[in-house]
């Protein structure tokens, strides 16, 4: 499965934009499917964006009996960071200066609920929004089971609870302005 993984990310051009190892994400080219309003700009479709990815190698293993505060610590401490070395990859590479808006897609949280991860996301700039999977459910189970194979090759803890029938997955989306703003003080996330 990891020698899957990794074709299958060559095979979309989804690249790494740092080498060190507390980085979980990774990052993958694309254009906007469709026009997008966000609270600092309007996204066009066709518009050049960056669309995030986990980085299953890197996330902290989980405990064997599941997940507790250090882990859970750890891994926000590193999705921060990450935002912030991003940041200053975009600032810095050129080949990066077009990019509009970054995006990732997670099945970690639900939109319902007060206590949901949507509201630490939206804490931290990202606009969530629920995005149904565009093949319908067929689409959705095979993606499910994607997900889940993955989640078993690298990090088998975290099975617990997450039942592969419900996961319900959300877009996230952030403007390059807007992450400039919040993490791009020399790569360092002001949280």
């Known amino acids: 499965m990891r020698r899957f993984d990794v074709w299958v990310s060559h095979q979309r051009?989804?690249?790494?934009?740092?080498?060190?190892?507390?980085?979980?994400?990774?990052?993958?080219?694309?254009r906007a499917g469709r026009a997008l309003h966000l609270p600092d700009i309007d996204l066009h479709a066709n518009d050049t964006i960056l669309k995030f990815h986990l980085w299953n190698s890197h996330l902290p293993i989980m405990?064997?009996?599941?997940?507790?505060?250090?882990?859970?610590?750890?891994?926000?401490?590193?999705?921060?960071?990450?935002?912030?070395?991003?940041?200053?990859?975009?600032?810095?590479?050129?080949?990066?200066?077009?990019?509009k808006a970054i995006s990732g897609v997670s099945s970690l949280f639900s939109l319902?609920?007060?206590?949901?991860?949507?509201?630490?996301?939206?804490?931290?700039?990202?606009s969530v929004y629920p995005r149904p999977n565009p093949l319908g459910a067929p689409g959705a189970f095979l993606e499910n089971v994607y997900s889940w194979l993955l989640v078993w090759a690298y990090n088998p803890a975290s099975l617990k609870g997450h039942a592969l029938p419900g996961l319900e997955r959300t877009v996230l989306w952030m403007s390059v302005a807007e992450l400039y703003r919040r993490f791009g003080k020399d790569g360092q996330n002001t949280y």
Do not use: Y
């Open 13 to 30: 051009g989804i690249f790494d934009f740092s080498g060190d190892e507390r980085c979980i994400l990774r990052g993958e080219l694309r």
């Open 63 to 99: 405990p064997a009996e599941g997940a507790d505060l250090g882990w859970a610590a750890e891994t926000w401490h590193r999705f921060l960071f990450s935002l912030g070395v991003l940041a200053r990859q975009l600032r810095d590479d050129p080949a990066l200066q077009n990019i």
């Open 112 to 126: 319902k609920g007060a206590a949901s991860g949507a509201r630490l996301m939206k804490r931290v700039g990202f």
